[in-house]
């Protein structure tokens, strides 16, 4: 019996159910008695193979929790009237409490979460044209929002929204869109809910494996849920805080958040690390490539004529086939190898034998969006999770090696993230301007889940006179993987990330009222907030400068093109720069390229093209020797010294100074973001040994070495005054991935190279990412705010910070002339 009669959830309709029905036929007939019942556990890591593609075949009348809880929707007749599609819904939302509260997950009732996870059901199951027939123009499909996420993270001309100055706004308006998504179906849910991270955290560990902060209220690990091994007897849920002088600890497994109650498991416990259990996310199915409706959106209907969507009429994304159109069953390989069809997910366990092609008359391919960044590219139908998933790499002891990592994380499976953390970053003296509060939620380099500030008392920090936090942004997307691992469609686990992105927004919040309390940013009391940028002041020395508003928010390019060229002309003559232009120039003039290579038009096409990709043969000239490719690939690959001698360009820190960069102390005893401990697999050890990790340097050992290489990498000081970084980011004191010219710092993960193949390295910013500029990555954001439904071409990033300030008094939703956000976070608890 369904646990409640929700009169506004679906039930799936014949069609759908016949299509899957025969989908699971014609998937369980292509490989019946050729799949392995399981897989032997690897490492003692209580997972699964890492790379195991496809070992069993799910049951095709699994249904999930929706489909079996889910009531009938309210008949769209019944709603409206005729010709007005959505009025009914628009009178319910107006008669509703603005600002509305978004609540914690655990202070919502068992009904409101049925309400919530039944209202997604309904946009799984619908497309938006239909949607949006019956409850109006703010209704999404599911597979469109994953679409509208991906179109931005793969923008040839640089991530939209990610590591840019458009993050927190591009996710504050993406996650609102998702809200007034789900309350177009349901408007008495109210609003989403968040996730209050530190209640769930690990205790963070010392060296010695000593807890130096104790574990979240409800942290609550067992078997079930989570990886079962410790890296240390304090992660333990009993054991947790007894160092901090507390007894014996007593937790409630259906308090913690990844519990059946809330997200379900964070490692997948079927065959492929899919969501399994009795939650209402267990075997939820991912989407397909042709759920998204490509022709509904190529252009957008507005009042001033037809606006085409150029991520959908370009194919940025485009997972597993260029083909545009039904994809949800080719009848046909098209040659793309990195499309899969389940009999050559069986062949081998990585699933990329080159010798099994799809081409036979039978191979019907279910295209899942899945983007490139994925550590496991998984034929798997459902979501996935895999927390254990990634690894440097291989690492020798005793002249042997073990570990054998497929990813990019160099930490461990269990969250740590504390109050602390939230605070540091949200107190605008140690955060003054928006570049530096984003460098406190962003990983500062690749893998590390480390963010960082430079103390209120400090107005320049040394390397190690700034301080670390684990990095909000980046420290639940790589602790649970799976699906929330990929950068493009990480929306397609929709508990976890848009509770997770929420608790990002309210830290953004509380930093804004923080910098009105320090009178950073002077609340003008309407809509414009001030100028954006100093230009004009630059005309003008007796001009008073203005350290408000706009100026902390826009990232103001305070520089003239002349110190640009010349900030560029430097740039140039660094070696590694020099050396990489210098390998492109002659492999280019090998291969008859007719345009002369440059730094000033140098693009990531060229940078991949020199690197080469993974596993991949890089092409020579005949009668040349194969090793010319190494030299191609080594001259284009950044090192360390490498990464210190751009630094030096762009900010005037000089790398050979010791006061300025100091490594090796950085870390202290605490075992933080970049050295947090895993899973353990070689079982208990609180030794600090030596060890050779994947490149053969000797480096200082925590309870899993394979995880901690990388404490030693260099963190960026202040930039100094009178460079450009510095009068970039309006005086920022610190650096990072997030700052200008990220192509620059080292963060060079594979999938940046492919999705953002036109960028080029010597801008400052991403194009498109500025304030002024839109808010879209192909697909604009609309109809968010009650006096603004965003005009012809969408929100701009101004008008979205405009239209969302906190609700201070005078400011009101509504109040055209002096707006604010239609929702505010709750304590929690």
Same mark, same amino acid.
């Given at each position: ?101 978004? =609540? ?95 209640? @769930? ?63 379900? =498991? ?212 790589? =602790? ?128 991949? @093209? ?14 040349? @020797? ?60 609180? @030794? ?57 710092? =080292? ?83």
């Amino acid at each position: 019996e369904p646990l409640i009669a929700c009169s506004w959830c679906p039930s799936v309709n014949s069609r759908f159910m016949m299509t899957l029905y025969f989908r699971w036929f014609a998937l369980a007939t292509l490989v019946a008695g050729s799949l392995s019942a399981s897989v032997p556990d690897q490492d003692g890591t209580g997972a699964t193979d890492r790379t195991l593609m496809f070992s069993s075949m799910p049951d095709p009348n699994h249904a999930s929790w929706a489909e079996t809880h889910c009531g009938d929707p309210r008949p769209c007749d019944v709603m409206d009237t005729p010709g007005k599609p959505g009025a009914a819904i628009a009178e319910m939302n107006a008669g509703l409490t603005e600002p509305r509260e978004r =609540k914690e997950w655990r202070e919502m009732s068992d009904a409101e979460i049925d309400k919530f996870a039944c209202a997604i059901h309904v946009m799984d199951n619908k497309t938006t044209r239909e949607l949006r027939a019956c409850y109006g123009n703010t209704s999404w499909a599911f597979a469109d929002l994953v679409n509208l996420h991906a179109c931005a993270a793969s923008d040839p001309r640089g991530d939209q929204g990610h590591r840019s100055p458009s993050f927190m706004l591009f996710h504050k308006s993406f996650v609102r869109t998702f809200e007034m998504a789900i309350l177009s179906i349901d408007p008495t849910i109210g609003a989403i809910p968040w996730w209050n991270m530190p209640l @769930d955290s690990a205790p963070v560990l010392n060296l010695d494996g000593t807890v130096n902060v104790s574990a979240g209220k409800y942290y609550c690990p067992t078997s079930t849920t989570s990886p079962p091994n410790f890296g240390s007897k304090f992660d333990d849920p009993k054991m947790a805080n007894l160092e901090m002088g507390n007894p014996p600890r007593q937790c409630d497994p259906k308090k913690y958040i990844w519990s059946d109650a809330y997200f379900g =498991k964070q490692l997948g416990s079927g065959p492929n690390f899919e969501v399994e259990g009795g939650g209402r996310w267990a075997n939820r199915k991912l989407h397909r490539y042709g759920d998204f409706d490509h022709e509904y959106w190529k252009h957008t209907e507005t009042e001033h004529g037809n606006v085409t969507n150029e991520c959908v009429d370009s194919k940025w994304f485009s997972p597993r086939s260029p083909i545009v159109g039904d994809l949800r069953k080719l009848e046909k390989f098209d040659g793309n190898l990195d499309q899969n069809c389940v009999r050559c997910c069986e062949v081998l366990k990585e699933g990329n034998d080159p010798t099994c092609k799809c081409d036979q008359p039978d191979d019907l391919v279910d295209v899942y969006m899945r983007g490139p960044t994925l550590d496991t590219a998984t034929c798997s139908p459902y979501v996935t999770r895999n927390p254990n998933g990634r690894g440097v790499g291989k690492v020798k002891k005793n002249n042997e090696y073990q570990f054998d990592g497929n990813g990019r994380s160099d930490q461990d499976s269990l969250l740590r993230y504390t109050q602390h953390d939230f605070d540091a970053c949200a107190n605008s003296n140690n955060t003054r301007n928006w570049i530096e509060w984003q460098n406190c939620q962003e990983e500062n380099m690749f893998g590390t889940l480390e963010g960082v500030y430079c103390p209120a008392d400090k107005e320049t920090c040394t390397q190690r006179e700034l301080k670390k936090v684990f990095a909000l942004h980046s420290s639940a997307h790589d =602790k649970a993987l799976g699906e929330i691992g990929d950068v493009t469609t990480s929306p397609s686990d929709p508990a976890l990330f848009f509770s997770y992105h929420a608790y990002i927004d309210k830290n953004f919040m509380v930093w804004q009222q923080s910098m009105m309390d320090t009178k950073r940013m002077t609340d003008p009391g309407t809509k414009d907030l001030g100028a954006h940028d100093r230009s004009e002041e630059l005309d003008d020395p007796a001009r008073p400068s203005d350290p408000t508003n706009k100026n902390y928010f826009g990232y103001p390019r305070n520089v003239i093109v002349d110190d640009l060229n010349a900030n560029m002309h430097e740039l140039s003559k660094v070696p590694f720069i020099e050396g990489m232009v210098n390998a492109s120039v002659k492999r280019m003039e090998m291969r008859s390229w007719v345009v002369p290579v440059k730094w000033e038009n140098f693009d990531l096409m060229l940078w991949q @093209d020199l690197k080469g990709r993974k596993n991949e043969i890089q092409w020579v000239p005949p009668k040349f @020797d194969e090793s010319l490719a190494d030299e191609w690939r080594d001259a284009a690959t950044m090192k360390d010294t490498d990464a210190k001698a751009i630094y030096q360009v762009l900010a005037g820190a000089d790398p050979n100074d010791l006061n300025v960069y100091n490594a090796e102390t950085v870390t202290e005893d605490l075992l933080g973001p970049a050295c947090s401990s895993l899973t353990n697999v070689w079982g208990e050890t609180n @030794d600090a040994e030596l060890f050779t990790n994947a490149k053969d340097e000797t480096a200082r050992g925590v309870f899993n070495p394979l995880f901690s290489s990388n404490c030693v990498q260099p963190t960026f000081p202040s930039p100094q005054p009178g460079f450009l970084a510095h009068n970039l980011t309006q005086g920022a004191r610190t650096y990072s991935t997030s700052g200008p010219f990220v192509y620059l710092t =080292k963060y060079a993960p594979q999938d940046f190279f492919d999705r953002g193949n036109r960028a080029n390295p010597n801008l400052p910013w991403v194009p498109g990412t500025l304030l002024t500029d839109i808010a879209l990555g192909g697909l604009p954001f609309r109809n968010l705010f009650p006096t603004d439904q965003g005009g012809t071409y969408g929100y701009s990033n101004k008008e979205i910070l405009e239209l969302s300030m906190p609700c201070t008094p005078g400011r009101a939703p509504n109040n055209k002339d002096k707006p604010c956000s239609p929702y505010y976070y709750s304590k929690g608890e």
